[in-house]
């Protein structure tokens, strides 16, 4: 169970500098989260995302991960087909729903699981820190 204090989630080194970077350049931006809606939104607005992502999921609004659903309807409400899309997951659950839903993925080293275990779902990319997505990004463009 989750339970929160009031705290706001600290977010990971860089994260919100790239995301803020990905908006202002109009990239489509989604979460995918094991969250509650009351969580996801609580985050969002503790950190003034709640216009950053044209599209966010939450565990009580649809199928839980590994079931691709949570996906599909990203996908389906961006209109981008699952080669187009990138998840980017700190869990077994994130890669295998990626898997699930035919899109690529990347594993990072610095949450809920070891990298060990998350390379074993053939993500993309493993990285150990949010910059190593934007210049892999930049390197694939």
């Given at each position: 169970?989750?339970?929160?204090?009031?705290?706001?989630?600290?977010?990971?080194?860089?994260?919100?500098?790239?995301?803020?970077?990905?908006?202002?350049?109009?990239?489509?931006?989604a979460v995918?989260?094991?969250?509650?809606?009351r969580?996801?939104d609580r985050?969002?607005?503790?950190h003034?995302?709640?216009?950053?992502?044209?599209?966010?999921?939450?565990?009580?609004?649809?199928?839980?991960?590994?079931?691709?659903?949570?996906?599909?309807?990203?996908?389906?409400?961006?209109?981008?087909?699952?080669?187009?899309?990138?998840?980017?997951g700190?869990?077994?659950?994130?890669?295998?729903m990626?898997r699930?839903?035919?899109?690529?993925?990347?594993?990072?080293?610095?949450?809920?699981?070891?990298i060990e275990?998350?390379?074993?779902?053939?993500?993309?990319?493993?990285?150990?820190?949010?910059?190593?997505?934007?210049?892999?990004?930049?390197?694939?463009?």
């Open positions: 169970h989750y339970v929160h204090d009031g705290t706001p989630s600290p977010l990971f080194v860089g994260a919100s500098a790239l995301l803020h970077h990905w908006h202002g350049q109009g990239i489509a931006l995918a989260t094991g969250k509650s809606r969580g996801l985050v969002l607005k503790a003034g995302w709640e216009d950053y992502f044209d599209i966010t999921r939450a565990a009580d609004e649809t199928a839980s991960k590994p079931h691709p659903l949570m996906l599909e309807q990203i996908l389906a409400h961006c209109e981008v087909r699952p080669e187009q899309a990138l998840m980017v700190d869990s077994s659950f994130d890669l295998q990626a699930n839903a035919g899109m690529d993925s990347v594993a990072v080293s610095y949450g809920a699981q070891s275990a998350l390379k074993a779902f053939e993500p993309r990319l493993a990285i150990d820190r949010f910059s190593q997505l934007h210049a892999w990004l930049n390197q694939q463009a």
